[in-house]
């Protein structure tokens, strides 16, 4: 069985940048073909795909985001992270990070992330 | 971005009674592989979402046979044949066929 847990932050002010990280078990980074995601639930919407990172170090991240959003992979770690720079009210969410073969299939718990003054 | 619709957007159901649940995209899921990539997630109270079917009728591991997926093209339809108290909770469509991933916004079933 995967598991994910998300460590960061949960409280950021205006135009700081946020970083998250992931740390699996149960699956080694290195070795699956999946990529690795981060998605948000902001209050009262739906979920909204950030991006994700193959093993190799390479990204797709969503169209909204990507002018402020960097992830990166530390395989030796087995960890992936996120880096969304310059947040505003509009980033709060809680923060999943998920296996992604197509589709997110494993969650983390989630990490609520507020962004006040 | 591919937009995706659920209806209705909260469902009073009665134990032991089947429950279904929309979900209509904005555009065809049929991805250029043949595959349509349409999976349903559930998120009990206090959880994380969790896989409960993937490519429209596939049952994720675990997933209780009473769930059932179907559809084509632009048009979804996620089953229960008989509601468990544990199946209180939000559903959510989503695709992966087309960039960017998109969600549902979510249907709230409750007893």
């Avoid at chain 1, 002010?13 to 149960?26: A, D, I, K, N, W």
């Avoid at chain 1, 002018?67 to 809680?94: G, P």
């Avoid at chain 2, 991805?31 to 009990?44: A, E, F, K, M, V």
Wanted: aromatic share 10%; with cysteine.
């Amino acid at each position: 069985q995967v598991h994910l847990q998300e460590s960061g932050p949960k409280l950021l002010r205006p135009s700081e940048t946020l970083s998250l990280t992931c740390t699996v078990s149960g699956d080694s980074l290195i070795s699956t073909v999946f990529y690795w995601a981060w998605v948000r639930l902001p209050p009262g919407k739906g979920p909204q795909w950030v991006g994700s990172v193959f093993h190799s170090g390479s990204t797709y991240y969503h169209p909204s985001l990507e002018s402020r959003l960097s992830m990166s992979i530390d395989t030796s770690k087995n960890q992936f992270s996120l880096t969304l720079r310059s947040v505003t009210a509009a980033d709060t969410a809680v923060y999943y990070c998920a296996r992604d073969p197509g589709g997110v299939d494993f969650w983390g718990q989630g990490i609520l992330v507020t962004v006040s003054s | 971005e591919i937009v995706m619709t659920q209806i209705p957007l909260s469902s009073p159901v009665t134990l032991g009674q089947p429950a279904s649940i929309s979900c209509r995209s904005s555009q065809s899921l049929v991805h250029s592989d043949g595959t349509t990539y349409l999976n349903w997630l559930q998120q009990r109270p206090g959880q994380s979402p969790r896989l409960l079917i993937y490519k429209v009728s596939n049952r994720f591991s675990g997933v209780p046979d009473r769930f059932t997926g179907s559809g084509a093209g632009t048009d979804f339809t996620l089953q229960i044949s008989r509601v468990e108290p544990e199946d209180v909770g939000v559903y959510y469509c989503m695709q992966a066929t087309h960039f960017p991933q998109t969600f549902g916004q979510g249907t709230k079933l409750e007893i």
